[in-house]
């Protein structure tokens, strides 16, 4: 057992009523999209483990506030920008020393993105500059720190629509984060032997506020889903940023090019119970 796992915490940083470990004590952790959701939740729970966290959002002020909630560092960075992904970067390394994991999270799914019958180009392309160019910017950024140190941990979000077909499609965010997807598994295996692991995140959906305001509109579409989720129920962000939390540290040694699903059992359900 090393040190920094020897010392739990009873603290409930992660808003879960579980005890939390401390595996990232000493470690720098950038987390893009961390100003809301799963990547708020991730900030929270990484920092609780002891790590030190770089929230980069294009919201300001919700980035800068988990950053000060965490005792972080902000940089307000838009993921498509190659220049400020790279300052952001250049920055957990000038402030930390090192940058040890990289939890490429932001992502959007806006409601022109549809059907591919009904999508236009420009809805098609800004989802992919979001959700997959920005993955590829942000590990490209990555990569020179953690092949100088001989260790990382790279975390890309994809989603479990990665891994399924859905007809109530997103045509273009699917595609992204296949591409996700596969760009993690790819990365995964080509630097495995320089102590870097690269895992893509697959979550179920996320009981977020937008898509409680969504179903509380509309519970026929609610149901529609949750039919199809063994569990019974949308995931918690806590939950998504305890997987995150343990792809991060060093109980994950052996875990890389995996498509790391935490979905509730859709992917693997035929029929679920009443
Ligand atoms: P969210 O909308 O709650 O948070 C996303 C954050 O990313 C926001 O703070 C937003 O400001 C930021 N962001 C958006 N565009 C950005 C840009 N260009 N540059 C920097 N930051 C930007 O979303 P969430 O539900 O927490 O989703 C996080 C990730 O998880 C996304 O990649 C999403 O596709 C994925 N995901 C979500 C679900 C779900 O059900 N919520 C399921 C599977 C996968």
């Known amino acids: 057992m090393t040190q920094a796992q020897e010392t739990p915490d009873t603290a409930d940083a992660a808003g879960s009523a579980q005890p939390v470990c401390r595996r990232l004590v000493g470690r720098s952790a950038v987390i893009t999209g961390g100003g809301g959701g799963i990547g708020l939740a991730t900030a929270r729970r ?9 929230v980069a959002d294009v919201d300001e002020k919700a980035g800068r506030a988990a950053a000060d909630e965490v005792g972080g560092l902000f940089m307000r960075t838009d993921v498509t920008d190659a220049e400020q992904v790279e300052a952001l970067f250049a920055a957990a390394k000038e402030a930390y020393g090192s940058v040890d994991v990289a939890f490429n999270n932001a992502g959007i799914s806006p409601p022109e993105d549809d059907s591919i019958l009904t999508t236009g ?20 950024a990555a990569l020179p720190y953690m092949r100088e140190q001989g260790r990382g941990s790279i975390i890309n979000t994809a989603s ?17 984060k296949g591409g996700v997807l596969a760009l993690s598994r790819e990365l995964g295996v080509q630097f495995a032997r320089e102590g870097i692991r690269v895992n ?8 977020t506020p937008l898509l409680r305001e969504l179903f509380a509109k509309d519970p ?36 890389t090019a995996a498509q790391f699903l935490v979905d509730g059992g859709i992917s693997g359900a035929y029929v679920t119970p009443e």
């Not at 990484?46 to 770089?54: K, M, Q, S, T, W």
């Not at 098609?124 to 590829?136: I, K, P």
């Open 46 to 54: 990484l920092a609780a483990e002891g790590a030190r966290v770089v």
């Open 200 to 207: 893509a995140l697959c979550p179920g959906p996320v009981d």
């Open 220 to 255: 026929e579409r609610a149901r529609r889903r949750l039919v199809h989720v063994p569990v019974g129920r949308f995931a918690r962000a806590d939950e998504i940023a305890a997987a995150v939390a343990f792809l991060a540290s060093d109980d994950a040694s052996f875990v």
């Open 121 to 140: 180009i420009d809805a098609w392309r800004r989802v992919q500059e979001v959700n997959l160019t920005s993955v590829y910017l942000c590990c490209k």
């Open 160 to 176: 479990f629509v990665a891994v399924m077909g859905a007809a109530t499609s997103q045509i273009s965010y699917t595609a992204s």
